[in-house]
């Protein structure tokens, strides 16, 4: 079984940075993709950013725009999505996931996940 757990979540305001780590924990997995989307209220769920296994290929959604960084350690078995330049539209619950996915940016495509941890940005 393969379990992800995220932190770091909370309340910043506009323009600052958070950083949100995914651990895993139980026994190393070896699905190809780490990747962190988010839900909004009355939203659909939504890729952030994306990142293979060896850490060599990111993809982010187009509405990041340089802001997040999205890595991986190897030997922790850890993704971070460094946030910056947060905006009061980056408010959801963030949730870390991952699989060997046929479509990196479609949540559909994830079976494993963590349970979310809030983001929110007060203007």
């Known amino acids: 079984v393969q379990l992800l757990v995220e932190s770091g979540g909370g309340l910043v305001q506009a323009g600052g940075p958070l950083r949100l780590p995914c651990a895993t924990s139980?026994?190393?997995?070896?699905?190809?993709?780490m990747a962190w989307f988010r839900r909004a209220p009355g939203q659909e769920r939504e890729v952030v950013a994306a990142?293979?296994?060896?850490?060599?290929?990111?993809s982010y959604a187009d509405f990041v725009e340089g802001r997040f960084t999205i890595s991986r350690d190897a030997a922790k078995n850890t993704v971070d999505l460094q946030m910056n330049s947060l905006k009061p539209e980056d408010t959801a619950v963030y949730y870390c996931?991952?699989?060997?996915?046929?479509?990196?940016?479609?949540?559909?495509?994830?079976?494993?996940w963590g349970q979310g941890t809030q983001v929110t940005v007060s203007s």
């Open positions: 990142i293979r296994r060896n850490g060599d290929i990111t």
């Open positions: 996931a991952t699989d060997t996915p046929f479509d990196v940016r479609n949540w559909l495509a994830y079976a494993y």
């Open positions: 139980g026994r190393t997995f070896t699905a190809s993709v």
